[in-house]
Nanobody, 114 residues
């Protein structure tokens, strides 16, 4: 069973930055894609950023502000979030898809105050 453990969430003022980490229990090379979703209260869970092979894709709302990266040696994926806005407030989830299924982390709360 794959485990994805997120960390790095917290409370930040608008315009600030946070970096989220997602540590996987096995090599991230084993995943077809790995990335981040977020879910605000009362809303659906939406894709934020994903890396698949050499490709990186972002939601339009975060382009130019968020950057997804990976450290293969540490089996960790990061989400650097800059110029945060109150509308970025949500629980952020790490997600990974592989031949043996899809996996989710437990989520980490990000709260951006105005």
């Amino acid at each position: 069973q794959v485990q994805l453990v997120e960390s790095g969430g917290g409370l930040v003022q608008a315009g600030g930055s946070l970096r989220l980490s997602c540590a996987a229990s096995r090599s991230i090379f084993s995943f077809d894609r790995i990335g981040w979703y977020r879910q605000a209260p009362g809303k659906q869970r939406d894709l934020v950023a994903v890396v698949s092979g050499g490709m990186r894709n972002y939601a339009d709302s975060v382009k130019g502000r968020f950057t997804i990266s990976r450290d293969d040696a540490k089996n960790t994926v990061y989400l650097q979030m800059n110029n945060l806005k109150p509308e970025d407030t949500a629980v952020y989830y790490c997600n990974a898809d592989s031949w043996d299924g899809g996996y989710w982390g437990q989520g980490t709360q990000v709260t951006v105050s105005s």
